[in-house]
């Protein structure tokens, strides 16, 4: 009788230690799956607040720029370095130096571009490289050229300029003139002139 009875002891502790093992998988699961799911509530929150964030910084950037400068307070202008590019020309190889320069609201927005040069010369060599010698050899399309250029220079700082000609060219569409005149209202460039400089054509 002695001997059954130390067999029974044994057992108790294994059934006891799997009911435990079991008790501690389910609230590791628990915990686990949790974890997860507040994570994903806390990335789905975040991801329109950063969203938010991020305009507001956009907003946030030209505000100080858009007072008008003080009367009698001088321009601040960057000159850009002359760009060399091909032309968009197919019967004839034609190539364009164009020098430009940016007349900006102040020192600060000033510098502010020179911190984004890289990227704005890219944008403006695009613009150059798909024009005709026809188009830039005409003061329309010096015109255009200067507002494609402004547009293109404040867009690496993430200000997004409405473009002119594509809200002239259709006419019909009534309601993306709305949306965009709302945009317009919104929207401030820190670069209030395109000068140029130099526009040689050959």
Known sequence: ???????????????????????????VLVLVLGGGGAALMLMKKKAPVDGEEDGAE????????????KPGTPPVFVP?????VNLADKDVDRFAQVGITLEVVDAKTADQIKAYLPAI?????????????????????KEKLAKEVKRESVRPMGIELEDEEAEEDPPEDAP???????????????????????FIVQ
């Not at 009788?1 to 609230?27: D, F, R, V």
């Open 58 to 69: 956009a907003a946030h950037e030209p505000a100080p720029a858009q007072h008008a400068p």
């Open 176 to 198: 993306k003139k709305k949306k965009k005149k709302k945009k317009k209202v919104a929207v401030f460039s820190p670069v209030s002139n395109v000068l140029f400089s130099t």
């Open 80 to 84: 850009l370095e002359p760009f060399t």
């Open 1 to 27: 009788m002695s001997t059954p009875a130390p067999a029974a002891a044994a057992e108790a502790p294994k059934g006891g230690g799997k009911k435990k093992l079991i008790i501690i998988i389910a609230a």
């Open 121 to 141: 010369r890219s944008n403006i060599l695009m613009v150059l490289s798909y024009k005709t010698s026809a188009e830039l050899l005409s003061r329309e399309g």
